[in-house]
T-cell receptor
Framework: NAGVTQTPKFRILKIGQSMTLQCTQDMNHNYMYWYRQDPGMGLKLIYYSVGAGITDKGEVPNGYNVSRSTTEDFPLRLELAAPSQTSVYFCASSQDRVAFFGQGTRLTVV | GENVEQHPSTLSVQEGDSAVIKCTYS??????FPWYKQELGKGPQLIID?????GEKKDQRIAVTLNKTAKHFSLHITETQPEDSAVYFCAAIVTGNQFYFGTGTSLTVIP
């Protein structure tokens, strides 16, 4: 089982550029999440989805967008990247209250 | 919503000693409390969990205790080893699959 797969692992963006962080899971989980992790700040929820076609905002959604057209995929879109979006991004999926995380994407906005 | 606080933020112990990490939560309706371990460069992984109808749960050198009255739960690691060095996160779940994470504890086990 691949579990939760995120791409890319690393990315450097210039201010104002846009990009999509990809996330796919092969466990047929209904719930999927995007978190950002800043040093000493723990995991902050950006967006989450309870199933295909349904998404909702988390704690820190500004500057991001998501879509969930299939059960497997939950991409995160950054429009007009800003230095404040420099962070490590984690995608996760869960079923029965057990969450599985991807390896993370380290994003730097310069 | 739920608010989870975690202490300490950093913890150093000698190999073989015990380590304790504590979390408090605010919503008395929370009923599931998992602990995640994050090794350097990796995503968090579930190591142990406890449900609100249980006071303590053990898995080899790891144990978790829950005090529902005081709304706190703790992770205990005995006979620590260098490979226990990582960041540990506690979490609380109220309903469904909405996770509320603590801010993490960076544990260093000194050989």
């Amino acid at each position: 089982n691949a579990g939760v797969t995120q791409t890319p692992k690393f990315r450097i963006l210039k201010i104002g550029q846009s990009m999509t962080l990809q996330c796919t899971q092969d466990m047929n989980h209904n719930y999927m999440y995007w978190y950002r992790q800043d040093p000493g700040m723990g995991l902050k929820l950006i967006y989450y989805s309870v199933g295909a076609g349904i998404t909702d905002k988390g704690e820190v959604p500004n500057g991001y967008n998501v879509s969930r057209s299939t059960t497997e995929d939950f991409p995160l879109r950054l429009e007009l990247a800003a230095p404040s979006q420099t962070s490590v991004y984690f995608c996760a999926s869960s079923q029965d209250r057990v969450a599985f995380f991807g390896q993370g994407t380290r994003l730097t906005v310069v | 919503g739920e608010n989870v606080e975690q202490h300490p933020s950093t913890l150093s112990v000698q190999e073989g000693d015990s380590a304790v990490i504590k979390c408090t939560y605010s919503d008395s309706a929370s009923n599931y409390f998992p602990w995640y371990k994050q090794e350097l460069g990796k995503g968090p992984q579930l190591i142990i969990d406890i449900r609100s109808n249980v006071g303590e749960k053990k898995d080899q050198r790891i144990a978790v205790t829950l005090n529902k009255t005081a709304k706190h739960f703790s992770l205990h690691i005995t006979e620590t080893q260098p490979e226990d060095s990582a960041v540990y996160f506690c979490a609380a779940i109220v309903t469904g699959n909405q996770f509320y994470f603590g801010t993490g504890t960076s544990l260093t086990v000194i050989p």
